[in-house]
């Protein structure tokens, strides 16, 4: 697409007002692929965020189905979605509600224990997207998928919500220099500690979901309009006192994760910046 219709101008007219958005960054917008890996109470609504936004081509992937209990928070399903496959049910909703998008629904969860036949599933689908958002609910899917990211050099969004505790950044793995300096996801929470809590231990207000999936919707687009300032930047919203801090990333020096990409790098000449 290199141009929109009069009516693509009307329903996108407050986006490209903002002056370093404007046209150009609306067709972006419309031209990027997503991926969009969990959707349950993140990734849904990531999803509708982005489709509301313009994106027209999306890759939906989980096994999950919907329960009753996932009503509170998941506002894309319903009563009479229960029993049925999340990505199914999300793919006719946004649909029905989003004229001419491209959606390709993959019934997978990417798991240490089958990552190997699933990588080989959706490793195609995955590197001709934008950007990847990690919205599982699991340590072990998203050391898999931040490996993925690093092998193929892809933009991951992560995000994450548990209790009152929510986290949220961005990693750019085809720029060297930041990797050099922030590192990947295993840095930040290595395998190795086995810590693991999600919503479904500790439980969660659905209002603060929707904060943390705003926020991810929110540094995916501004990447895909090149408004997006910083990555490896790692954000954490507490929602009981409304309080957010943020740190920059450090990369971690015997991570076997991403030091093959920073190795390589190395060899091809790049210059880092380290602090």
């Known amino acids: 697409m290199s141009s929109l219709t009069d009516k693509e101008y009307l329903r996108y007219s407050r986006t490209m007002l903002l002056n370093d958005i404007g046209e150009a960054g609306q067709i972006a917008i419309m031209n990027s692929r997503v991926a969009i890996i969990g959707m349950g109470g993140l990734g849904q609504l990531v999803a509708q965020y982005l489709a509301a936004a313009g994106v027209k081509h999306l890759l939906l992937i989980d096994n999950d189905v919907v329960d009753i209990s996932n009503l509170p928070r998941q506002l894309l399903y319903s009563p009479a979605d229960i029993g049925l496959s999340k990505v199914a049910v999300a793919k006719r909703a946004l649909s029905r509600s989003h004229h001419g998008i491209d959606i390709d629904a993959v019934n997978i969860q990417l798991t240490a224990e089958n990552s190997r036949t699933n990588q080989n599933q959706v490793t195609d689908k995955l590197v001709e997207t934008d950007v990847v958002f990690d919205c599982t609910d699991n340590l072990t899917s998203r050391h898999v998928i931040n490996q993925i990211c690093v092998q193929h050099q892809l933009l991951l969004v992560s995000g994450a919500i548990s209790g009152y505790q929510g986290h949220v950044f961005c990693l750019n793995f085809a720029d060297h220099t930041t990797v050099a300096l922030s590192g ?15 919503c ?39 929602a009981k006192e409304f309080l957010w801090q943020q740190a920059q990333m450090r990369r971690d020096h015997q991570c076997h994760v991403c030091q093959p990409l920073h190795i390589s790098a190395q060899s091809e000449g790049a210059v880092y910046v380290t602090k």
Do not use: D, K, R
Request: charged residues 5%; glycine residues 10%.
């Open 184 to 198: 990947c996801y295993h840095c930040l929470y290595p395998s190795e500690t086995h810590v693991e809590q999600n």
């Open 200 to 238: 479904a231990q500790q439980g969660v207000l659905g209002p603060a979901v929707g904060v943390i999936a705003s926020m991810q919707a929110l540094l995916g687009l501004q990447h895909i309009c090149s408004t997006l300032s910083q990555y490896g930047v790692w954000h954490c919203f507490n």
